[in-house]
T-cell receptor, first 112, second 113 residues
Framework: QKEVEQDPGPLSVPEGAIVSLNCTYS??????FMWYRQYSRKGPELLMYTYSSGNKEDGRFTAQVDKSSKYISLFIRDSQPSDSATYLCAMRYTGGGNKLTFGTGTQLKVEL | GAGVSQTPSNKVTEKGKYVELRCDPISGHTALYWYRQSLGQGPEFLIYFQGTGAADDSGLPNDRFFAVRPEGSVSTLKIQRTERGDSAVYLC???????????FGQGTRLTVV
């Protein structure tokens, strides 16, 4: 079993929809949680960075962390075709440098 | 440059050959990381440097893989006796310090034929 599980999709939604992306993990030592966006043939780009449990909002993006359930989510409101990309969750534990453990990524397509 | 630069962007090599992949981090960034991303997978950690020294190389798959960062800036990932299973995108990232946000380059797509 992988330390971080993420549904690979693909997920297709109409423009303007609310998108929900999720990851589960098994290592309770993870304390820092991130969401990256990766366009085709590009490197990952950091979208959201959260420490421990709670919510964080940035524009159309909201990240949620539930450590008791070992479950993290990314919500995208008013989705746009430009949001079409692969979304990767990543996490690390305190003292782990920046050694990130990634999910497999969810491929999202927002259609006109 | 403004971002992390990786060269070459694409590399095709024959099985058994030696390859070097280069990473130019963002100027002033002391932390540098190498990840490998296979098709349909998330990036997998290989090694990270704090300055010139490899602080954690636990992700290197075997002794055919080696990385250096002799002057604390540019890093080279070296792969000996390449195998078809080494085919992947090799990503480099840098950060101001260990534990701060890491910025990724576009990667080197390595294909071993």
């Amino acid at each position: 079993q992988k330390e971080v599980e993420q549904d690979p999709g693909p997920l297709s939604v109409p423009e303007g929809a609310i998108v929900s992306l999720n990851c589960t993990y098994s290592n309770s030592a993870f304390q820092y949680f991130m969401w990256y966006r990766q366009y085709s043939r590009k490197g990952p780009e950091l979208l959201m960075y959260t420490y421990s449990s709670g919510n964080k909002e940035d524009g159309r993006f909201t990240a949620q962390v539930d450590k008791s359930s070992k479950y993290i989510s990314l919500f995208i409101r008013d989705s746009q075709p430009s949001d079409s990309a692969t979304y990767l969750c990543a996490m690390r534990y305190t003292g782990g440098g920046n050694k990130l453990t990634f999910g497999t990524g969810t491929q999202l397509k927002v259609e006109l | 440059g403004a971002g992390v630069s990786q060269t070459p962007s694409n590399k095709v090599t024959e099985k058994g050959k030696y390859v070097e992949l280069r990473c130019d981090p963002i100027s002033g960034h002391t932390a540098l990381y190498w990840y490998r991303q296979s098709l349909g997978q998330g990036p997998e950690f290989l090694i990270y440097f704090q300055g010139t020294g490899a602080a954690d190389d636990s992700g290197l798959p075997n002794d055919r893989f080696f990385a250096v960062r002799p002057e604390g800036s540019v890093s080279t990932l070296k792969i000996q006796r390449t195998e078809r299973g080494d085919s992947a995108v090799y990503l480099c990232a840098s950060g101001r310090a260990v534990g701060t946000e890491a910025f990724f380059g576009q990667g080197t797509r390595l294909t071993v034929v």
